[in-house]
């Protein structure tokens, strides 16, 4: 359900109404195979990539490939040809530290942005650089993670998440916040969630700080002009316009497991798997004793990522147990928050994108090499578009 709060204004007609429109996700099909591959994993075509970073449409069906171990952008045309690779590493205009973001925009330009520099590059789809712009950022030392474009052209920033202090055998928890952006000036907070927790425990007399087990994570995705935000093991986030103006809240009608001690063992059993004989006794030892002493988080993180499609549908990634990675099922739901079914995804393909009948995403081969391909998506000719939240449109 989406609950409005005060002052958020009116629910236009259907909103509230549309999880009572027939549909059925779980009928939606993906294509068997790729409709088109950008880079290539197998060395024939150009442009193979290690680390994507950051994928953006531009015009005439032009997509701009980020690779964060080569710190380049690669731009490719609609059938696939490498037209240019831009940047570089280094510390020089146009060149890159670490790349945190790709975004397009709807004139064409293309902006890439740097978390290790904290700065902007702008450039053109033929791959001409424009010009940086770096963030500047008052009343804080922490550094931006990335960026992002809302639908009325507004800009934000999103906070890296932390490790954060916490008393030996307790938990602390962190919170991410998501900022306005104004011609590089980092300004007021638009909203914060939770995010990660950790922990600090004694192993042999040593104190150490880390990550919890079951731990989530914040989300957040454009929607319009709003930003739908919240914590990877709550089902409940946050709308909030591109002002930082409070529109509501959509409660995601899944459930959520929480954390239980044959969770813990499947993961040792899962770690002890993946290391297999690179590890001796000791140093297996070792290990189930220091995932033992690992505290849990109270549940089971319901999604991995967040999508919202063009069409207007909320897509939520299955977080994937034992290991807590991201999972090939997409759960799919209405701009109330009503489930509508489940989507199966190819194997090794992360979604980043997902159009009226089609899925843009990366692909990772068993050695780790990657490539961005779009596949075809059938909806079973149900095409109409979802109503958006008043305030979000």
Known sequence: MITFLPGAGAAVPGVLHGQDVAVDAAAWTVGPEPMAIYGSVEGVADGGFVQVAGVALGPSGMIAVADGQFLSISLFAADGNLVATIGRQGDGPG??????????????????????????????????FVRDTRLTRQGSDRSVAQVGRFGDGRWFAREFERVVAAQVNSLAQDTV???????????????????????????????????????????????????????????????????????????????????????????????????????????????????????????????????????????????ELPEGGAGTEWGVFTETGSSVGTVVLPERFHAVGISADTILGVFTDELGRQDVRIYFLDRGGDMATRPMPAGCS
């Open 177 to 319: 916040g998501f900022f306005e952006l104004v011609d590089g000036a980092v300004g007021d907070v638009l909203t914060r969630v939770p995010g990660g927790i950790t922990t600090q425990i004694e192993l042999g007399g040593q104190s150490m700080g880390r990550g919890v087990l079951l731990s989530p994570r914040s989300l957040g995705v454009v929607w319009g002009r709003c930003l739908l935000a919240g914590t990877s093991d709550t089902p409940v986030l946050r709308l909030v316009d591109s002002t930082g103006g409070e529109v509501g809240e959509v409660n995601l009608m899944v459930e959520v497991e929480p954390g239980r001690e044959e969770h813990r063992s499947d993961w040792i059993a899962a770690m002890l798997a993946m290391v297999g004989d690179m590890a001796g006794p000791q140093e297996r030892m070792m290990l189930e004793t220091l995932a033992e002493a690992t505290p849990m988080a109270e549940w089971v993180p319901f999604a991995s990522d967040l999508l919202v499609d063009d069409l207007g549908y909320i897509w939520a990634q299955r977080y």
């Open 95 to 128: 060149e890159f530290s670490s790349i945190g973001s790709l975004v397009s925009d709807p004139e064409g330009r293309l902006f890439a942005f740097d978390n290790g520099h904290q700065r902007m590059s702008e450039w053109t789809f033929e791959g001409e």
